[in-house]
């Protein structure tokens, strides 16, 4: 297995429009998370799923965010109505249950653009 | 909720040793994790510590107290590749809360 992979790496968008990022984690780890980062910040959690199942979701996370993982192996995060707030590095993490809450494996992101 | 406190900068020369600290407040706290992440890359995870103590891989130590809500990275014969932004990351109830992150710069 080649590690975490996401697509696009890049993406530019207009203020209003929908984006849809996804990700294939590790192919043997139940446990994938998004996370948001800026800037100078350290990953910021969105959301993680174990298996098809989300079990959290970040109360600072706008409902214009959704994330899917529908037969518990790649998933994918959209975001509606774009703002240029939303403009950053999208993370997303693999890890085993086991393991979940410290050992995590990243993708190289996709980094979003609003204009 | 929680938060976590770590220098934002940190320089030192090849060849020395630094330490960089993280103190944290957290509830249901399981352990502290360590990652590394160079520019334009993802952060990599690099050590964790669930019981209080050191552990040691390689050039990289790590170190938590419970008691005191503190742990340390320590790198040792710093290496110029060395150079990038280190994370510290407190886990509970199955996600990690990161911090802000310290910029190593590693100097000839």
């Known amino acids: 297995d080649t590690g975490v992979s996401q697509n696009p790496r890049h993406k530019i968008t207009k203020r209003g429009q929908n984006v849809t990022f996804r990700c294939d984690p590790i192919?043997?780890?139940?446990?994938l998370y998004w996370y948001r980062q800026t800037l100078g910040q350290g990953p910021e959690f969105l959301t993680y799923?174990?298996?098809?199942?989300?079990?959290?979701k970040s109360r600072l996370l706008s409902d214009r965010f959704s994330a899917e993982r529908p037969k518990g192996s790649f998933s994918t995060l959209e975001i509606q109505r774009t703002e240029q707030g939303d403009s950053a590095m999208y993370l997303c993490a693999s890890t085993s249950a086991d393991r979940a809450a410290y050992e995590q494996y990243f993708g190289p992101g996709t980094r979003l653009t609003v204009t | 909720g929680q938060s976590l406190e770590q220098p934002s900068e940190v320089t030192a020369v090849e060849g020395a040793i630094v330490q960089i600290n993280c103190t944290y407040q957290t509830s249901g706290f399981y352990g502290l994790s360590w990652y590394q992440q160079h520019d334009g890359g993802a952060p990599t995870f690099l050590s964790y510590?669930?019981?209080?103590g050191l552990e040691e891989t390689g050039r990289f130590s790590s170190f938590l107290s419970r008691s005191d809500s503190y742990g340390y990275l320590l790198l040792q014969e710093l290496q110029m590749k060395d150079s990038a932004s280190y994370f510290c990351?407190?886990?509970?109830?199955?996600?990690?809360?990161f911090g802000d992150g310290t910029t190593l710069t590693v100097k000839p």
């Open positions: 990351a407190v886990g509970s109830a199955g996600k990690s809360t």
């Open positions: 192919s043997e780890h139940n446990r």
């Open positions: 799923f174990q298996n098809e199942a989300q079990l959290e």
């Open positions: 510590n669930g019981l209080d």
